[in-house]
């Protein structure tokens, strides 16, 4: 068990600009989720995978905004023409698909527009 | 929809004394889970403790237990001898069948030596 991955660690981009972040999860993990988080605040949900099936998006899930699982192993999180508005934390978390289990977190992606 | 609700933005407590942070919840299922997370500053998230809705009896995990009263939809965390490190935010979150995670907004602990 290595834990959840994510990559970078931090991001800065410009306005305008496409970013990708890249989430390994733990591998006996079906479940995989993509959270926003803003200082000060709690993650916001924004989508997760059961193995390689997208089921579930979040209003605030934008259509800049994409994510893919595409072999139900790792996932991205791609954001198009990055606005200030998204400048966060996004966390990626993974889990087996009972319900009683909880996450396993990631460090996080911070995402800083300029 | 499901809520969860932290009216207690900070909190602080003393080195080694007792402190509870409150979370109230709301959901239309009958089969959920309730936890606790743990965010130090700059660092990731890690689960502090879990309880069934289905459980009459409320979960400890050493210093740490939950006051579960489920018919309040209430579920609040007590930190015993509290220790510097106990400093953070602290997520109470509500996970239903969907298998979603729901975060309240957070309280901030801060523990005085």
């Known amino acids: 068990d290595t834990g959840v991955s994510q990559d970078p660690r931090h991001k800065i981009t410009k306005r305008g600009q496409n970013v990708t972040f890249r989430c390994d999860p733990i591998s006996e993990h079906n479940r995989l989720y993509w959270y926003r988080q803003t200082l000060g605040q709690g993650p916001e949900f924004l989508t997760y995978?059961?193995?390689?099936?997208?089921?579930?998006k979040s209003r605030l899930l934008s259509d800049r905004f994409s994510a893919e699982r595409p072999k139900g192993s790792f996932s991205t999180l791609e954001i198009q023409r990055t606005e200030q508005g998204d400048s966060a934390m996004y966390l990626c978390a993974s889990s087996r698909s009972t319900v009683n289990y909880g996450y396993t977190f990631g460090s996080g992606t911070r995402l800083t527009v300029v | 929809a499901q809520t969860v609700t932290q009216s207690q933005p900070e909190m602080s407590v003393q080195e080694a004394e007792t402190v509870t942070l409150s979370c109230t919840y709301d959901t239309s299922e009958s089969d959920y889970y309730l936890f606790w997370y743990k965010q130090p500053p700059s660092r990731q998230m890690i689960l502090v403790i879990r309880q069934e809705a289905y459980k009459q009896q409320n979960a400890t995990e050493n210093r740490f237990s939950v006051n579960f009263q489920k018919a309040a939809k209430s579920f609040s965390l007590k930190i015993s001898d509290s220790q510097l490190g106990d400093a953070a935010m602290y997520f109470c979150a509500l996970k239903n069948q969907g298998g979603k995670l729901i975060f309240g907004q957070g309280t901030e602990l801060s523990v005085k030596p």
């Open positions: 995978f059961q193995n390689e099936a997208q089921l579930e």
